[in-house]
């Protein structure tokens, strides 16, 4: 299976992929902070054909935009998806070929591969909490935003486009326990760096997005 996942990772244009079969994330290369995640992914992806289906129309295939990539996910059999995360120049034919050409054999192991267990991760302690609570999200000054596309940029430097992803779910962990200002800035970087596998990485990004906010 995991064979599989990096030949059509070694595909030019392919950053990240995963095979998802009934509620279950059977293997991946997406990092391992988001492995949370796929499995949800995924059950929202094929409901999405379930209701396809619904209707009497027959779709094997979906594209999902983000930012400056492509969120695609293939249909190989009824519970069983091929999700890939890929960069916006994509020689498509050649990924739907190749996945169509291993459709057999990704059925095959499907039905014997043990779901990958979730990434064991490091307790932390909870962030600090403002003493005055925010009653609701403040609108957030260009200036703030610009810093954050800037923290963004570093991040993406450790997850790769998978960054944009982890960015979006902790913004808003963020917004909703601390002013969007930029005097707070210092405590998305916090969380952010909380979404780091390695003690050496954690300290690395934190430094650096640091710089960012000066």
């Excluded at 979730?118 to 600090?128: N, Q």
């Excluded at 703030?144 to 991040?155: F, P, R």
């Excluded at 998305?188 to 780091?196: A, N, T």
């Excluded at 934190?206 to 960012?212: F, G, I, M």
């Amino acid at each position: 299976m995991k064979n599989i996942l990096a030949d059509l990772v070694s595909l030019a244009g392919i950053n990240y992929g995963y095979i998802y079969k009934d509620q279950r994330v059977l293997a991946t290369t997406f990092p391992d902070v988001l492995q949370d995640k796929l499995a949800k992914v995924g059950h929202m992806i094929e409901q999405m054909f379930m209701t396809v289906d619904a209707i009497g129309q027959s779709h094997d295939e979906v594209h999902f935009e983000l930012d400056d990539n492509f969120f695609i996910a293939y249909r190989v059999d009824s519970d069983l998806l091929v999700v890939l995360l890929t960069e916006k120049k994509l020689n498509l034919p050649l990924v739907h070929m190749t996945i169509k050409s291993a459709v057999k054999k990704i059925k095959a192991l499907a039905t014997e591969a043990p779901s990958v267990a979730p990434a064991p991760v490091a307790a932390v302690a909870p962030p600090e909490m403002p003493a005055t609570p925010v009653a609701k999200p403040s609108a957030i000054s260009l200036e703030t935003k610009e810093k954050m596309n800037q923290i963004l940029a570093v991040l993406i430097e450790y997850l790769g486009p998978a960054a944009s992803i982890v960015f979006d779910d902790v913004k808003q962990l963020w917004q909703r326990n601390f002013s969007p200002t930029q005097d707070n800035l210092i405590e998305l970087v916090k969380l952010l760096m909380q979404e780091l596998d390695e003690k050496s990485e954690q300290k690395s990004f934190l430094k650096n997005a640091s710089r960012v906010i000066q």
